[in-house]
């Protein structure tokens, strides 16, 4: 005395196909106003070193600071990954954590820090991914 489950009345719908939406980000208006913000087509992957612990000032954090400046020459306000790990000053002030996240980030850019109030954090910098869409990676494959 088995009963048949499956009825026509309860068989899965289709399958819809899904957008792929942007993921919230925060507000960069204070990246804007320093003109730090490479634009809609990068993703804000975030902040590079612990930003409530940049109140210590050490000889670490100094010599993190040059390294990191080192990579924006000319004025330039963000660099290509590639590039700043090509530099020895700014490999070696890295965490491993951050080395090892840098080499898997392909086409994205650092850039300088900022906080909420708009002044720049020396001893950090900020990452920034291009964002591929499906059609994108399509087209690049």
Same mark, same amino acid.
């Given at each position: 005395?088995?009963?048949? #489950?499956?009825? &026509?009345?309860?068989?899965?719908?289709?399958?819809? !196909? %899904?957008?792929?939406?942007?993921? @919230?980000?925060?507000?960069? #208006? $204070?990246?804007?106003?320093?003109?730090?913000?490479?634009?809609?087509?990068?993703?804000?992957?975030?902040?590079?070193?612990? #930003?409530?612990?940049?109140?210590?000032? =050490?000889?670490?954090? &100094?010599? %993190?600071?040059?390294?990191?400046? &080192?990579?924006?020459?000319?004025?330039?306000?963000?660099? @290509?990954?590639?590039?700043? *790990?090509?530099?020895?000053?700014?490999?070696?002030? #890295? =965490?491993?954590? !951050? $080395?090892?996240? *840098? $080499?898997? *980030?392909?086409d994205a850019l650092?850039g300088p820090a900022?906080?909420?109030?708009?002044?720049?954090?020396? !001893?950090?910098?900020?990452?920034?991914?291009? &964002?591929?869409?499906?059609?994108?990676?399509? !087209?690049?494959?």
């Amino acid at each position: 005395m088995s009963e048949n #489950l499956t009825s &026509e009345s309860d068989a899965p719908e289709k399958p819809m !196909e %899904r957008r792929r939406a942007r993921l @919230p980000q925060p507000d960069f #208006l $204070h990246y804007k106003s320093q003109n730090a913000y490479p634009g809609p087509n990068y993703f804000f992957v975030g902040h590079s070193f612990n #930003l409530e612990d940049s109140a210590q000032v =050490s000889d670490f954090t &100094e010599k %993190r600071a040059t390294a990191i400046n &080192e990579v924006f020459v000319d004025d330039t306000l963000w660099a @290509p990954v590639d590039a700043a *790990l090509g530099n020895q000053n700014f490999s070696k002030v #890295l =965490s491993r954590f !951050e $080395h090892d996240f *840098l $080499h898997r *980030l392909d086409d994205a850019l650092i850039g300088p820090a900022i906080d909420k109030s708009g002044k720049k954090i020396a !001893e950090s910098f900020t990452i920034w991914r291009k &964002e591929m869409r499906r059609q994108d990676k399509q !087209e690049s494959a």
